[in-house]
């Protein structure tokens, strides 16, 4: 894995080691004390302000003056809550406890970058969960975020689970790789929703936004496909990485047209569009393609784009 490298505060909690990068400490709680609509931490935002102030007026090396707002952002951090907000929330998790796992909060800066992820470094292990640093105003969506993220560090550190970072997507081609990424991606969020949901907490996904991407990305499947993958993400079994990569997989995109499948034995790209013609007849456009596929037989079948550019070729040399 690649060397973490973070400018952060540490806290230290029961069994944990959590450090939260200084700018995302910096920024919560200046929206904290912005934000308070209810005035919970009045009397903390009017002390923040005055002793930071104080520390911009002091006579004192830039170093110095760094160190004492770091200090000033880190203690606030804590007095408004949020340190023992991120605490309560991981320590739901059993699987972390008397563990040598570190924890890192990044600062995230958009929405797509908000994920979390594992790093090894020999037998030292550090999961890392990047936030937007506004999430701390919907206490909420924030819990449901974190509880989904480190469910999936969960996964990962599970033996049963049998994560690997280079796991084999098995496309031939990077379009085919990126159509089952993406599948495994949702389908281990799926899965991850649905055990979150048998602990009666809330889940950042809908219904209805889990059926829309479902469809979208499984429109292949029938019906019984469908059903079928549902009932296993929410039997409460135990499933693998392998288990989800399987499922991931629409075999046919790993066939050939002449096998049923949805790849040109040509080009290698997925269709949903055979060549409609009959190649039995068409005896000089399989002498083209044979010229570049000695191996290819028309039984294999091909694309349309691969048929029309054949077809190109034999009218050029006619």
């Known amino acids: 894995m690649c060397e973490l490298h973070i400018d952060a505060g540490e806290v230290r909690v029961k069994n944990m080691n959590i450090q939260i990068e200084q700018s995302f400490i910096e920024e919560a709680v200046f929206l904290t004390l912005?934000?308070?609509?209810?005035?919970?931490?009045?009397?903390?935002?009017?002390?923040?302000?005055?002793?930071?102030?104080?520390?911009?007026?002091?006579?004192?090396?830039?170093?110095?003056?760094?160190?004492?707002?770091?200090?000033?952002?880190?203690?606030?951090?804590?007095?408004?809550?949020?340190?023992?907000?991120?605490?309560?929330?991981?320590?739901?998790?059993?699987?972390?406890?008397?563990?040598?796992?570190?924890?890192?909060?990044?600062?995230?800066?958009?929405?797509?970058?908000?994920?979390?992820?594992?790093?090894?470094?020999?037998?030292?292990?550090?999961?890392?969960?990047?936030?937007?640093?506004?999430?701390v105003l919907d206490k909420e969506f924030l819990a449901a975020f974190l509880r989904c993220e480190l469910l999936r560090l969960s996964d990962m550190l599970d033996e049963g689970f049998s994560y690997s970072p280079d796991v084999v997507l098995g496309g031939d081609n990077e379009m085919e790789d990126n159509l089952v990424r993406e599948r495994f991606r949702f389908l281990w969020d799926a899965y991850i929703d649905a055990r979150l949901k048998k602990r009666a907490v809330k889940t950042i996904f809908t219904k209805e936004k889990m059926q829309k991407d479902f469809s979208k990305l499984f429109f292949r499947w029938d019906e019984e496909m469908k059903k079928s993958i549902w009932d296993n993400l929410e039997s409460g079994r135990t499933l693998t990485q392998e288990g989800l990569l399987q499922f991931a997989k629409d075999e046919r995109i790993l066939k050939n047209l002449g096998e049923g499948g949805t790849r040109c034995p040509l080009c290698h790209f997925p269709t949903h569009i055979k060549s409609d013609v009959n190649l039995s007849a068409s005896a000089a456009i399989i002498e083209e393609i044979k010229n570049d596929f000695p191996l290819w037989n028309p039984q294999e079948g091909l694309c349309r784009q691969c048929f029309e550019m054949y077809s190109s070729k034999e009218k050029v040399r006619i």
Do not use: C, P
């Open 34 to 135: 912005k934000n308070d609509e209810h005035n919970h931490h009045r009397d903390l935002g009017e002390s923040f302000y005055r002793e930071l102030e104080k520390i911009h007026n002091e006579e004192t090396v830039l170093e110095n003056r760094e160190e004492k707002i770091r200090a000033l952002y880190k203690r606030f951090f804590d007095a408004v809550d949020l340190s023992s907000f991120f605490e309560n929330v991981i320590a739901e998790f059993s699987i972390f406890q008397n563990t040598s796992l570190s924890f890192v909060i990044r600062r995230a800066w958009q929405k797509k970058e908000e994920t979390s992820d594992l790093y090894k470094n020999g037998n030292v292990k550090t999961a890392v969960i990047a936030l937007q640093a506004i999430r």
